[in-house]
């Protein structure tokens, strides 16, 4: 396989923008309207109006083509496989931009009389019917735009539902040393003592350890299972016998929900609290950093303290209602309903595969991910951290560190080198407890020529490595640039966070 | 489906399966094809075989077998496109939108313009289907793209440092409350009285785990001017910020904003304003009038309403280390590689989840890049000269209306005598404001949104939009029918 990424030198739109040049045009403002503009301008202080306004104009064609280029040196899914771990990277249904570009989406306004959006609020709630189904959750909130906001939602929730309970002192919430970044981060937002749970050689949470750190203080548990090792959490069981025993809850980070799609049940499994991403799981494009949707579902119990407001329906007048009687509601986690377009792209994708369909979906994840898997832990410098016996659900993470031994070539230097062969790399160094840490998910999406083109690259790097290190360690040369400086990106002497920092640092010089 | 099913597998059993290869395929593509699906039968036994297993269900042996959905998910059997298509179709018809009703609403989602090419860019594939750019190489143009956006946007803010986005202007709000009291290690905040009353929940949610104070401080009834004896009265040592919405939500210029920057400053509190950036061509920016920190909505910057999502959440602060190292959300550098080319990266990562975990500024990872990208298209479309003209089209329309409205004897228009922007506030005398919406409604006008209730001395009124898709047509039609409702 062999490729070559664009490679336009194009300038900023600063540099690009011409005094006068015309990229929109408005309607004549008529005689009427002039006036009116005339008077109020008259009343604007002199020191409230704008002054001035550092950028120029562009023609519309200098504008499609600038942003044309910078498109042609950017790399998605529909360019390659796309084998990030944990961020589930599959294949992005063409047929849901479509249906968000109905103006009965677009042009629908949040706060319309409720009888105007009966439309809208339909696709929500017979989302949240088949959401709840493949997860045994009672309801659904939509309102988070992402998975990270969906766990500070369940903390809130969590936290909500203890006050209520009068059990105000649990401020402990565990997190597995194998957890996302935005774990931790979530349970401290919501005001929580984050405590971390070590793995076993198992690479599994380790259940003495649990034991020894659980007390009447721990709210909860983030988990996400199959965890980032791509492993099934075994001990689930116990692991929820053991937080509700001191009256705790468990939060499911649904970040890895794919591997167990209409084949297990975070309810089934105990949790009492779920996030989904549905820009992994249910398809939906990521737009290169979001948007994406967090929906939040929880048990009976914890029903009433989601936040306002509720979808409800109305059976006996065939109507669907906004819900903001609930006393006991967290509140309010974002403006209106949620990210509703990504909400209609995952209800269209969840359609089209179907109930069983997800099964497959499921199915083929863990195949690829296992088949890969069994060719790559045999490639040199390659080992296979934690439980090498078992085999992984839709993702696995190896370890490049005897690699990098052997070589001096770093989980890094490959990830940079993949890209060269077309491919986008892996996650790397992550999760923290696996040393040179390759994370691979290469979704159910990928047919198996693409997968086994994805080993040949990385046997290729791999003998590289230990052939002509330097190449790798110098990677990577066929993209639209070589490797950053990431050190002077961030240096504060150095650092250039906008244009006018930009400027104001080349006058400078 | 059984039958196939055992066909096929007494076919892979017996290693026949590739002998009969097209009745093989024709089962295949019976029992397990799908658009979304990348592996066929075929390839799904020869990757069994390679691994040594039967069957899939193998992988999944380390499951507890209790807890396996014994059944299947029932929901739906699988449709094809055509059938979705049709059913969401049918589903949107119980939907009315702008083609059949005028809609004078905002409230924190406007209606805008939307030039084509905006909508061109932002499908482009390689944009819609990347993730995060981690891979900076292989990322170019999204990083440039979101770093164009920082860098247009603080020019139109006036202020050095923007993200590349958060989740939308509540959510923005509630960050910089929790971003102050860190910075400035104090925990009192004073925010207007006309504050949205929806970002102001989300700013509690957001707050309610801290130990932030947030403190209302009154808005001068007759214009909408920040009460300053008040807002002195409630300043104090432990004072974090002190917030303004410019314009307010209910779309009125505070004409004092510039003292309320000094007062807060005086007492070395920060001092953040909210904004609706196409009011930023015509009125002075956040940058000049004292604002530390800026945040704002993004959406009307080329994106459509979407019945509220996605939106765009704005969020900026000065050039200073303590403030820039406490801004959540992720930020794109200029740099170059290692060979001295131009290039861009996402900067200051130390400050986020995946590095920092329970000591992150934030946990904001997934943002509204591609708004973010709409937001960087839209404005490199209109110019410097195309955001002053829009917001004098949207000037010139709001006040042609309420000159108009308030020409009506039994018309109050606007309650504040101050200038607005987008959005202003009416009453009818002695007619309820969801009985004269109802009513307008009868004629296909949505008029506004009911503020019954929401501000304790503004009473029972209307606050209704008017942007640059408004005709004088349109408007005309509002006062007309207006005019009726009254008159009944």
Excluded at chain 1, 457 to 483: C, F, M, Q, W
Aim: charged content about 25%; overall charge negative.
């Amino acid at each position: 396989m062999s490729y070559r990424q664009a490679k336009w030198s194009e300038p900023t739109v600063f540099e690009l923008a011409r005094h006068g040049a015309v990229g929109v045009d408005f309607p004549e403002l008529d005689e009427e309207l002039k006036q009116a503009l005339d008077e109020v301008l008259n009343e604007i202080p002199e020191q409230l109006k704008r002054r001035e306004l550092n950028f120029l104009e562009l023609s519309e064609l200098d504008v499609v083509r600038h942003y044309t280029r910078l498109s042609q040196m950017n790399f998605g899914v529909f360019s390659g496989m796309y084998p990030l771990g944990s961020c589930t990277m599959k294949y992005n249904p063409t047929i849901s931009e479509e249906v968000v570009s109905y103006e009965e989406i677009y042009n629908c306004h949040p706060l319309q009389p409720v009888e105007t959006v009966q439309g809208c609020l339909e696709i929500i709630w017979r989302l949240e019917q088949i959401l709840k189904e493949i997860t045994g959750m009672s309801r659904f909130s939509f309102q988070p735009a992402a998975g990270a906001q969906g766990e500070f939602l369940g903390c809130l929730i969590i936290r909500a539902y203890h006050k209520d309970k009068g059990l105000d002192y649990k401020n402990v919430m565990i997190v597995p040393d194998s957890a996302h970044g935005t774990n931790p981060a979530s349970a401290t937002m919501a005001g929580y003592e984050v405590k971390v749970v070590k793995s076993d050689e198992d690479g599994c949470v380790n259940i003495s350890e649990l034991e020894k750190i659980v007390d009447k203080r721990v709210a909860g548990i983030m988990l996400t299972n199959p965890n980032t090792l791509g492993l099934f959490e075994k001990n689930i069981e116990k692991i929820v016998d053991i937080i509700h025993s001191v009256d705790g809850l468990l939060y499911y980070d649904g970040a890895n929900l794919n591997a167990l799609l209409g084949k297990v049940r975070p309810a089934d499994m105990g949790f009492d609290i779920v996030h989904l991403n549905l820009h992994k799981t249910f398809s939906t494009p990521h737009g290169g950093g979001g948007p994406g949707s967090g929906p939040v579902g929880v048990i009976d119990k914890l029903v009433d303290y989601l936040p306002s407001p509720l979808i409800n329906y109305d059976e006996s007048r065939n109507f669907y209602y906004l819900d903001y009687d609930r006393p006991k509601s967290i509140g309010r986690m974002k403006m209106f309903y949620g990210n509703f377009t990504v909400l209609v792209k995952a209800y269209v994708y969840l359609l089209r595969m179907g109930g069983e369909g997800l099964r497959k979906v499921a199915e083929s994840s863990v195949l690829s991910s296992n088949y890969l898997l069994h060719k790559v832990k045999k490639l040199q410098g390659v080992t296979l951290p934690y439980a090498p016996e078992s085999y992984r659900k839709h993702e696995f993470v190896v370890s490049l560190s005897k690699l990098y031994k052997e070589t001096g070539v770093s989980a890094r230097d490959v990830a940079k080198r993949l890209l060269d062969y077309g491919f986008h790399a892996p996650t790397i160094y992550f999760p923290l407890i696996v040393d040179e840490a390759f994370m691979i998910e290469p979704t159910e999406s990928e047919s198996k020529r693409e997968i086994d083109a994805f080993y040949d690259a990385l046997s290729s790097v791999i003998n590289e490595s230990y052939k002509d290190p330097e190449k790798v360690k110098t990677a990577p040369h066929n993209t639209s640039i070589g490797r950053i400086d990431e050190v002077r990106a961030s240096h504060p002497k150095t650092m250039i966070p906008s244009w006018r920092v930009y400027v104001t640092r080349r006058e400078r010089l | 489906m059984e039958t196939l099913e055992r066909v096929t597998k007494i076919m892979i059993n017996l290693n026949i399966h590739k002998e009969f290869h097209f009745i093989y395929l024709l089962i295949k593509g019976v029992v397990m094809s799908h658009p979304y699906l990348g592996l066929t039968q075929e390839e799904i036994n020869s990757m069994l075989m390679e691994m040594g297993i039967e069957k899939i269900e193998e992988l999944y042996r380390d499951i507890p077998s209790k807890f396996f959905l014994k059944r299947p998910l029932q929901y739906s059997q699988p449709m094809s496109e055509e059938e979705v298509r049709q059913h969401i179709k049918k589903i949107l018809s119980k939907n009315k939108v702008a083609n059949q009703i005028k809609l004078f609403i905002g409230g924190g989602a406007w209606f805008h313009l939307i030039p084509s090419a905006v909508k061109e860019i932002v499908r482009r594939s390689e944009f819609l289907t990347s993730y995060t750019p981690y891979q900076p190489e292989v990322s170019q143009g999204m990083l440039q793209a979101l770093f164009e956006y920082q860098s247009l946007m603080a020019e139109l803010l006036d202020i050095e440092v923007v993200n590349s986005s958060m989740y939308d202007w509540a959510t923005a709000l509630g960050e910089a409350f929790r971003m102050v009291s860190r910075v400035t290690k104090r925990s009192k905040i004073l925010y207007p009285q006309y504050i949205s009353p929806e970002r102001l929940k989300v700013a509690e949610t957001y707050t309610e785990p801290t130990n932030i104070m947030m403190v209302e401080y009154i808005q001068n009834r007759i214009d909408g001017s920040v009460d300053l004896e008040d807002l002195k009265k409630k300043i104090d040592q432990d004072t974090a910020a002190v917030y303004i919405e410019y314009p307010s939500y209910l779309g009125f210029i505070p004409l004092n904003i510039r003292e309320v920057g000094e007062i807060a400053h005086d007492h070395k509190a920060l001092f953040i304003i909210g904004v609706d950036p196409t009011a930023l061509g015509v009125f002075e920016s956040p940058g000049k009038l004292g604002a530390d920190i800026v945040v704002g909505e993004g959406q009307p910057l080329g994106m459509p309403v979407n019945f509220g999502g996605p939106l765009l959440g704005i969020m900026g602060c000065r050039m200073e280390r303590e403030l820039v190292h406490q801004l959540p959300g992720r930020l794109i550098g200029m740099t170059v590689t290692h060979k001295g080319e131009r290039a861009y990266t996402m900067i200051l990562q130390a400050r986020e989840q995946h590095i920092k975990r329970e000591k992150a500024t934030s946990n904001i990872c997934t943002n509204q890049a591609l708004c973010a990208l709409t937001a960087a298209v839209y404005l490199s479309l209109l110019g410097k000269n195309g955001i002053r003209i829009l917001g004098e089209q949207i000037l010139a329309r709001t006040k042609y209306l309420i000159s108009r409205l308030s020409k009506i004897v039994e018309v109050e228009a606007p309650l504040f005598k101050s200038i607005h922007f987008k959005e202003f506030t009416y009453r009818v005398v002695n007619k309820q404001s969801r009985e004269v919406l109802r009513r307008l409604f009868e004629k296909n006008i949505v008029g506004g949104i009911s503020i019954d209730g929401m501000f304790r001395d503004v009473g029972d009124a209307i606050l209704t939009c008017v942007t640059e898709i408004h005709s004088k047509e349109d408007l005309d039609y509002y006062v007309d029918s207006l005019k009726e409702v009254v008159e009944r």
